[in-house]
């Protein structure tokens, strides 16, 4: 560790373990840090950067945006916000939306939204069905439905009503729904807790299960969403509608923006002038940077691109399985994909840093591929290639 990272650590709350490693600049899948040093990105900080660095396009409509206006409260109108709102809308085929300024805050927002409605309707529902092993965000509302103790524990007592179901078992979820049940929430693809895709029985189940028994269902698609599957959201694979849905990470491609959508049915029973709000919210400027991503997602087919990217990934995945012992499952889909090995996945996350790849970890013993995804066939081959070389 340099001087600089000691300096910044004395600074800053320890909540973080960063990498050593300084970033100074981008391009493309490629980051550089401060010694020159260049890395292939399977991280994407955190599956944020989707049309990876130094897209020019995007960068100009943001400087152009800047020099109009960045900010006006909700207090009054802006034209970017509504352009943002129409486009997440059409990708979503949801009907309202409500900018926020992270994923945690649009779980916060669709659980609120969740409560207000059962609230308006009278049906004396609170309870929120969540997944074990998912993952929501770090606010209390968000932790309180994250389905893992550690993220929990110190913070007790946490929002009541939550009860936790097991993943793709359609029975322990029914097992958990009572005549107080408000919502289920989860994740078509789990990130944090080690890529867990959805199986169609679980996501058209639960579907089916709300509908009969009038809960609603968020999904959370603030990792998984954007294209990433190869679907924009990757609910939309499952031939289901979610009420709620929550989106973040990828939208604003790194301009700190989220976002949650309701139906109209919802919309209409839910939250009203003066329940909800937040200052920053519907930001000219993270609003142009969701229009801008989302016009050049669709120009250039990014979700297809990840969707041909992601097989050749899975292929090449499964091929190095049958080299390493070590590898034990290939899992996920599209660009969001895991690996479950049995090695100390801090060491292997190092070591791949020093031989120029980012890489993280998602639950336990899954290491985890969210590149952008721009990326081509010989980045991947790349990456294999370095992953060959510290798991042989
Ligand atoms: C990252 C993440 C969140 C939290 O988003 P923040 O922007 O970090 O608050 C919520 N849900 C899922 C599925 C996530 O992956």
């Known amino acids: 560790m340099n001087e600089y990272m000691k300096e910044t650590n004395e600074q800053l709350v320890h909540t973080y373990n960063p990498f050593p490693v300084v970033l100074e600049h981008g391009e493309g899948a490629y980051l550089y840090d401060t010694e020159g040093k260049k890395y292939l990105d399977f991280a994407a900080g955190y599956a944020v950067t989707s049309l990876g660095y130094g897209n020019e396009e995007l960068n100009e409509a943001l400087k152009e945006q800047i020099d109009k206006i960045y900010h006006t409260s909700n207090l009054y109108y802006n034209t970017a916000c509504l352009q943002a709102a129409t486009v997440l809308k059409r990708i979503s085929g949801m009907d309202r939306i409500f900018f926020t300024n992270s994923g945690g805050e649009a779980v916060e927002g669709a659980l609120k939204a969740a409560r207000k409605y059962a609230y308006k309707k009278g049906t004396g529902r609170y309870e929120f069905i969540a997944m074990k092993e998912s993952f929501h965000g770090r606010s209390f509302g968000a932790v309180s439905v994250t389905g893992h103790a550690a993220y929990q524990e110190p913070f007790q007592p946490l929002v009541p009503g939550v009860s936790f179901a097991d993943y793709n078992d359609l029975n322990s979820v029914k097992a958990l729904v009572t005549d107080k049940t408000c919502a289920i929430i989860l994740e078509p693809l789990q990130g944090e807790g080690g890529i867990n895709l959805a199986t169609d029985e679980f996501m058209q189940g639960i579907r089916q299960i709300c509908d009969e028994e009038g ?8 990792q998984c969403g954007m294209g990433r599957t190869g679907s924009m959201f990757c609910w939309q694979k499952y031939g289901i509608r979610p009420d709620i849905m929550t989106m973040a990470k990828a939208i604003g491609n790194g301009i700190p923006v989220g976002a949650f959508a309701l139906t109209e049915e919802v919309a209409k029973y839910s939250l009203e002038p003066g329940d909800h709000g937040t200052t920053y919210g519907g930001n000219p400027l993270a609003c142009t940077a969701v229009s801008k991503t989302v016009e ?16 050749y990934l899975t292929e090449k995945l499964l091929a190095l399985k049958e080299k390493c012992d070590c590898i034990k499952e290939v899992k996920g889909t599209g660009l969001m994909q895991g690996i479950k090995i049995m090695k100390p996945l801090g060491e292997v996350t190092k070591t791949a840093l020093e031989e120029g790849l980012l890489v993280i970890g998602a639950g336990k013993d899954v290491l985890r591929f969210v590149p952008p995804l721009i990326i081509e066939k010989n980045e991947i081959d790349e990456m294999i290639e370095i992953l060959e070389k510290i798991l042989l």
Do not use: P, Q, S, Y
């Open 296 to 311: 050049i997602f669709e120009r250039e087919n990014i979700a297809a691109h990840a969707k041909e990217m992601g097989i």
């Open 215 to 222: 809960i609603l269902m968020i999904c959370d698609e603030v």
